[in-house]
């Protein structure tokens, strides 16, 4: 009996070591599902590994990792060295050679007051209606009622002298003339080496651009500053055009694709000598060979504007000599430009004229008449839009152009 009731232990003992086994194993089974829904994305709703309802921040993809020390589907951020921004690259402005060549093309392409003459010219016996028709024509391309005079006296001595009908002949007489009222002789270099200063220290060439809204300024500015660069000039910037905000970005944009410096307002509405002043003084500073100070667009015929402009002088004289007072003016505008020119003249000495708008228009004796008119050289003609658009003015290349 004893030895039965042994054996009905041991039974017992091992039924409930089995029974333990077995829910065991139904947990670890069960615990094991329940990671498996906890991990589901579709059936967590909240991303991979949260649970339901539970909100968290989403590691960039890009920058997240899995961290081997941490356990499964821990995110770690790794620091990532911000990217070096690429050196921007700087263009090659052409050459005034080249824009030369270019400019010859584009006048002699245009037609108008060389290619009018020729033909008036060549007719042969001229009669008095043909000298009214080359007096109006003088007149229309804005050589002004001085010149035209000259000019058709000469014309009518030397046709009659000559007594031919011959193209070429004609061309030649032609090509004196006007060349001889666009006055070749006269000083056209720009001012651009460094200058000495009342304080015995050298300064750079402070030069002023000036004109009437409208007129292209600064962009023949931004032009000019390429021109320069194309002659290996080390250049600065001087937005002096604050009452614009768009002249000032304008004006950086032009810098920046040719490694100028532009000094420019912190705000709209500064004081645009004082923008003028700091301008020239951090040219000095920087060693710079030449400084380029836009100034804002002003109707000729406002008085306080105009009184602004001579100020804006006065102040950059102050800092360093001004080599230069360039007024921009448009080809198209004809003898309203004359106008213009004269009270810009009077109010700060200009030195030199800037032609824009020059190309294909018939309006090409603006040139000896704004010459006439001021005493000036014109020194660059605009030739379009294009960025190197802006090349020195030749006179012998200005009049073959027009007789070619």
């Known amino acids: 009996m004893e030895l039965l009731a042994d054996i009905w232990l041991y039974l017992v003992i091992a039924a409930v070591a089995v029974a333990g ?64 921004e690429p050196a921007p690259v700087l263009e090659r402005p052409e050459s005034a050679a080249g824009r030369m060549v270019r400019l010859r093309e584009r006048l ?22 043909d000298w009214e028709e080359i007096e109006e024509t003088l007149l229309l391309a804005d050589i002004g009622s001085g010149p035209t005079d000259e000019l058709m006296a000469a014309l009518r001595t030397r046709v009659k002298v000559l007594g031919t009908t011959d193209p070429q002949q004609v061309r030649g007489l032609l090509r004196e003339e006007l060349l001889t009222l ?10 651009v080496s460094p200058v000495t200063g ?23 500015v931004g032009k000019l500053a390429r021109l320069l660069v194309a002659e290996d000039r080390d250049v600065m910037l001087g937005a002096a055009d604050t009452f614009r905000a768009a002249a000032a970005d304008q004006l950086s944009t032009w810098g920046e694709r040719v490694g100028v410096p532009v000094v420019r307002a ?68 004809g003898q309203n430009g004359m106008r213009q020119a004269q009270v810009f003249a009077e109010a700060v000495d200009v030195t030199g004229i800037v032609l824009t708008k020059l190309d294909g228009t018939a309006k090409g004796g603006i040139v000896v008449a704004v010459q ?33």
């Open 21 to 84: 086994g077995l829910v065991g194993l139904v947990r670890l089974r069960s615990g094991r599902r329940s990671d498996d829904i906890e991990t589901d994305g579709s059936e967590a709703g909240s991303g991979p590994g949260v649970p339901r309802g539970t909100s968290t921040a989403v590691a960039d993809p890009d920058v997240a990792t899995t961290d081997p020390h941490s356990g499964a589907g821990a995110s770690v951020a790794e620091e990532v060295a911000p990217a070096a």
């Open 108 to 129: 002699a392409r245009s037609g108008g007051l060389g290619q009018t003459l020729l033909s008036l010219l060549s007719r042969g016996d001229l009669s008095e209606s």
């Open 182 to 191: 666009v006055d070749p002789a006269m000083d056209r270099r720009l001012a």
């Open 198 to 220: 009342d304080d015995g220290q050298p300064h750079p060439a402070t030069i002023l651009m000036v004109g009437v809204n409208g007129t292209g300024k600064t962009t023949t």
């Open 266 to 333: 912190d705000r709209e509405g500064a004081d645009p000598a004082s923008v003028a002043f700091e301008a020239v003084k951090s040219g000095r500073e920087a060693g710079v060979d030449v400084v380029l100070v836009d100034t804002a667009g002003r109707l000729q015929n406002k008085a306080g504007l105009m009184d602004e402009l001579g100020k804006i002088r006065r102040v950059v004289a102050k800092n360093a000599p001004v080599s230069e007072v360039l007024l921009v003016l448009d080809a198209t505008t």
């Open 372 to 404: 006439r008119t001021l005493g000036v050289p014109v020194k660059f003609v605009g030739l379009g839009e294009g960025p190197d658009d802006l090349a020195p003015f030749e006179a012998e290349a200005f009049v073959d152009a027009l007789v070619a």
